[in-house]
Protein backbone atom coordinates (compact mmCIF):
# COMPACT_ATOMS: atom_id res chain seq x y z
CA UNK A 1 0.00 0.00 0.00
CA UNK A 2 1.87 3.48 -0.95
CA UNK A 3 0.48 6.43 0.37
CA UNK A 4 0.97 9.83 -1.24
CA UNK A 5 0.70 13.38 1.05
CA UNK A 6 0.69 16.45 -1.20
CA UNK A 7 2.82 18.90 0.47
CA UNK A 8 2.71 22.57 -1.20
CA UNK A 9 6.21 24.02 -2.17
CA UNK A 10 4.48 27.07 -0.33
CA UNK A 11 5.16 25.84 3.00
CA UNK A 12 8.63 25.15 2.55
CA UNK A 13 9.25 28.63 0.58
CA UNK A 14 7.07 30.02 4.31
CA UNK A 15 9.22 28.44 6.68
CA UNK A 16 12.36 28.75 4.59
CA UNK A 17 12.86 33.03 6.12
CA UNK A 18 14.69 33.40 8.68
CA UNK A 19 12.88 35.76 10.19
CA UNK A 20 9.52 33.64 10.04
CA UNK A 21 11.67 30.69 11.23
CA UNK A 22 12.54 33.22 14.48
CA UNK A 23 8.71 34.00 14.79
CA UNK A 24 7.66 30.56 14.73
CA UNK A 25 10.62 29.34 17.36
CA UNK A 26 9.33 32.71 19.53
CA UNK A 27 5.42 31.06 19.41
CA UNK A 28 6.61 27.74 20.27
CA UNK A 29 6.56 28.67 23.79
CA UNK A 30 2.69 30.10 23.78
CA UNK A 31 0.58 32.67 22.89
CA UNK A 32 2.32 36.54 22.34
CA UNK A 33 1.01 39.61 21.41
CA UNK A 34 2.71 41.33 18.24
CA UNK A 35 4.75 43.58 20.72
CA UNK A 36 6.22 40.38 22.65
CA UNK A 37 7.25 39.16 19.56
CA UNK A 38 8.44 42.40 18.44
CA UNK A 39 10.95 42.43 21.60
CA UNK A 40 11.83 39.01 20.92
CA UNK A 41 12.88 38.81 17.77
CA UNK A 42 14.21 42.63 17.05
CA UNK A 43 12.46 42.79 13.91
CA UNK A 44 10.03 46.19 14.01
CA UNK A 45 6.80 45.72 14.12
CA UNK A 46 5.69 46.47 10.74
CA UNK A 47 7.94 43.75 9.59
CA UNK A 48 6.34 41.15 12.22
CA UNK A 49 3.06 41.91 11.28
CA UNK A 50 4.15 41.09 8.08
CA UNK A 51 5.56 38.12 8.54
CA UNK A 52 2.52 36.77 10.60
CA UNK A 53 0.09 37.56 8.08
CA UNK A 54 1.99 35.29 5.67
CA UNK A 55 2.24 32.92 8.61
CA UNK A 56 -1.37 32.64 8.94
CA UNK A 57 -1.75 32.65 5.68
CA UNK A 58 -0.35 29.29 4.93
CA UNK A 59 -1.92 28.02 7.70
CA UNK A 60 1.21 27.67 10.61
CA UNK A 61 -0.10 30.73 13.07
CA UNK A 62 -3.80 31.88 14.12
CA UNK A 63 -4.76 35.02 15.86
CA UNK A 64 -7.35 35.42 19.15
CA UNK A 65 -8.35 39.04 19.61
CA UNK A 66 -8.99 40.03 23.23
CA UNK A 67 -9.69 43.61 24.10
CA UNK A 68 -7.55 46.11 21.83
CA UNK A 69 -4.78 42.86 21.67
CA UNK A 70 -4.34 40.20 19.03
CA UNK A 71 -2.70 37.26 20.45
CA UNK A 72 -1.09 34.56 18.24
CA UNK A 73 -0.24 30.83 18.41
CA UNK A 74 1.13 28.35 15.95
CA UNK A 75 -1.33 25.94 15.13
CA UNK A 76 -0.50 22.45 15.42
CA UNK A 77 -2.18 20.47 12.13
CA UNK A 78 -0.02 22.20 9.45
CA UNK A 79 3.23 20.78 11.83
CA UNK A 80 1.68 17.28 11.86
CA UNK A 81 1.20 17.42 8.28
CA UNK A 82 4.90 18.47 7.48
CA UNK A 83 6.08 15.60 9.94
CA UNK A 84 4.26 13.14 8.17
CA UNK A 85 5.30 14.14 4.94
CA UNK A 86 8.95 13.78 5.78
CA UNK A 87 8.20 10.61 7.34
CA UNK A 88 7.60 8.60 3.91
CA UNK A 89 11.26 10.09 3.33
CA UNK A 90 12.91 9.71 6.92
CA UNK A 91 13.61 5.96 5.99
CA UNK A 92 15.76 6.65 3.12
CA UNK A 93 18.64 8.82 5.04
CA UNK A 94 18.07 6.32 8.05
CA UNK A 95 19.16 3.62 5.53
CA UNK A 96 21.54 5.44 4.52
CA UNK A 97 23.13 6.31 7.78
CA UNK A 98 23.27 2.96 8.68
CA UNK A 99 24.95 1.65 6.00
CA UNK A 100 27.37 4.68 6.15
CA UNK A 101 27.84 3.89 10.15
CA UNK A 102 28.53 0.27 9.21
CA UNK A 103 31.44 0.93 6.60
CA UNK A 104 32.72 3.37 9.07
CA UNK A 105 33.12 1.06 11.53
CA UNK A 106 34.75 -1.43 9.04
CA UNK A 107 37.34 1.16 7.80
CA UNK A 108 38.52 1.73 11.71
CA UNK A 109 38.59 -1.70 12.11
CA UNK A 110 40.95 -2.47 9.69
CA UNK A 111 43.29 0.53 10.39
CA UNK A 112 43.42 -0.06 13.82
CA UNK A 113 46.37 -0.84 15.20
CA UNK A 114 47.21 -4.60 16.33
CA UNK A 115 47.31 -4.05 20.13
CA UNK A 116 49.14 -6.66 22.36
CA UNK A 117 46.98 -9.35 24.12
CA UNK A 118 49.03 -7.95 27.60
CA UNK A 119 50.79 -5.22 28.32
CA UNK A 120 54.50 -5.95 28.45
CA UNK A 121 56.94 -4.18 30.73
CA UNK A 122 60.42 -3.32 30.09
CA UNK A 123 63.07 -5.56 31.74
CA UNK A 124 64.62 -4.27 34.83
CA UNK A 125 68.32 -4.62 35.26
CA UNK A 126 69.27 -7.30 37.97
CA UNK A 127 71.76 -6.30 40.83
CA UNK A 128 74.97 -7.86 41.17
CA UNK A 129 75.13 -9.56 44.54
CA UNK A 130 77.48 -9.32 46.44
CA UNK A 131 80.30 -12.32 47.05
Not at 32 to 42: G, H, K, L, S, Y
Amino acid sequence: MRIYIAMNSYVFEVLADPSRRKIVETLRAGECAVNDVVARVAIQQSGVSRHLRILMEAGFVQMRPQGTQRLYSLRAEPFRELDTWVALYRSLWETRLDRFGAALERSQQVNRPAQPSSPTRPARPRKKQAA
